[in-house]
């Protein structure tokens, strides 16, 4: 896959693309990154890329003409363009598997007020959003977004389960992970865990990542696998239990 993203601030992603696992994916060729300076597009003496809003109002916008003219430079036959914008989609991780298909993104980060309407009506395939909070350019948005689509890449990570059993991949949150030692501080690992019987530990797992499915996040649930939580809630008037509420 091949990513290009514009920025203004270029420096912003040396350090969490030159470690770890995109890093390694970058040096194993299963993905190529390209930072573009939004100023190299720029046309007057200052390289000036941002200017008042017509209207009046607190802050700058970015202008068109340096975007349009990066962006139609930089998307060749192919590519895919999001803008970061705390506007767009909420971003997760079946957005991450579907971006994870293309093989050309180009990400616009945002700064200031934003850009001009005209760039984001006109040049822009798809606008993401990591959250509903304000940060104050699209530089760290773009990082998020660039680091779960890449891990998601065949190659990237040792093994395929890995991206498969985590949490979000099908709807439900991970079971917990352990590791040596046995017993720290008094509390013990799991005696199901040491029992190397496969099936009942597979079992196990799947019953604890339902479990924290629906006490940390029902909205998963009603959303990806509502058969569960009528299971759930059957399974606790079995026991004459009371359900639990909100779900
Ligand atoms: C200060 S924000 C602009 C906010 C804009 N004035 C608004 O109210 O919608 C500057 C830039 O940061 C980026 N940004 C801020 N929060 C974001 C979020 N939650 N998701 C994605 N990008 C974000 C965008 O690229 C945006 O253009």
């Keep these: 896959m091949r990513i290009d993203i514009i920025t203004l601030f270029p420096r912003m992603f040396d350090g969490p693309f030159r470690e770890s696992i995109i890093a390694r994916a970058i040096a ?12 190299g597009w720029a046309t007057d003496r200052h390289r ?8 009046g109002g607190a802050g700058m916008v970015l202008k068109p003409e340096p975007l349009f003219a ?9 590519g895919h363009v999001i803008l970061m914008t705390p506007q ?13 298909t293309y093989n050309h993104l180009l990400f616009v980060c945002g700064h200031y007020e934003g850009v001009d309407e005209r760039v984001r009506e006109h040049a822009i395939d798809r606008e993401l959003s ?3 909070y304000v940060l104050s350019g699209g530089e760290l948005p773009a990082m998020v977004v660039v680091d779960a689509v890449t891990r998601l890449l065949p190659g990237t990570l040792g093994s ?20 040596r030692p046995r017993d720290f501080r008094g509390w013990r690992v ?11 530990i597979a079992r196990w797992r799947h019953e604890q990542a339902v479990r924290r499915t629906l006490e940390r996040r029902p909205d998963l649930t009603r959303k990806y696998l509502p058969h569960l939580l009528q299971e759930h809630k059957d399974g606790d008037e079995d026991a004459g ?7």
């Design 28 to 39: 194993a060729g299963i993905v190529e990154i390209h930072i573009h300076d939004l100023r």
């Design 48 to 55: 000036t890329v941002d200017d008042a809003p017509f209207g």
């Design 70 to 78: 990066a962006i139609e430079q930089l998307r060749g036959e192919n």
């Design 88 to 100: 767009g989609q909420v971003f997760n991780q079946q957005l991450a598997a579907d971006l994870a």
């Design 130 to 132: 990591i959250g509903d």
């Design 160 to 179: 395929h389960l890995s991206t498969v059993e985590e949490s979000h991949a099908g709807g439900l949150l991970e079971y917990p992970h352990y590791t």
């Design 190 to 200: 799991p005696d199901i865990l040491l029992s190397g019987n496969h099936a009942a």
């Design 241 to 247: 239990a009371t359900t639990t509420s909100g779900l």
